[in-house]
Nanobody, 121 residues
């Protein structure tokens, strides 16, 4: 079984920074695309940023220029550096990964448990 564990959420003032980490544990052949999603109270879950195994990145418009997604393939870890945080960034942030396993079904989508980010003065 593959499991994603997130770290780094918390309370931060507007304009501040936080860095989220997400590590994958378990037996895997490969981790393909990795991503961060978020879900604010009363809203649907939305994609924040994604990164391919080769390092190609995409961002939702509202975080461009403020958030940076990166990954360390050797440590099966994805990061989300969040700068210039705004109150509207307040949400539970979820890590997501497309994983190829050694057992069937081979290709699965895995979610982390979520980490809360609160931007408030």
């Amino acid at each position: 079984q593959v499991k994603l564990v997130e770290y780094g959420g918390g309370l931060v003032q507007p304009g501040g920074s936080l860095r989220l980490s997400c590590a994958a544990f378990g037996t895997m052949l490969s981790i393909n695309d990795m991503a961060w999603y978020r879900q604010a109270p009363g809203k649907q879950r939305e994609l924040v940023a994604a990164i391919s195994s080769g390092g190609t990145t995409t961002y939702t418009e509202s975080v461009k220029g403020r958030f940076t997604i990166s990954r360390d393939n050797a440590r099966n870890t994805v990061f989300l550096q969040m700068n210039s945080l705004k109150p509207e960034d307040t949400a539970v942030y979820f890590c997501n990964a497309d994983v190829t396993r050694t057992i069937l079904p081979r290709d699965v989508e895995v979610w982390g448990q979520g980490t809360r980010v609160t931007v408030s003065s």
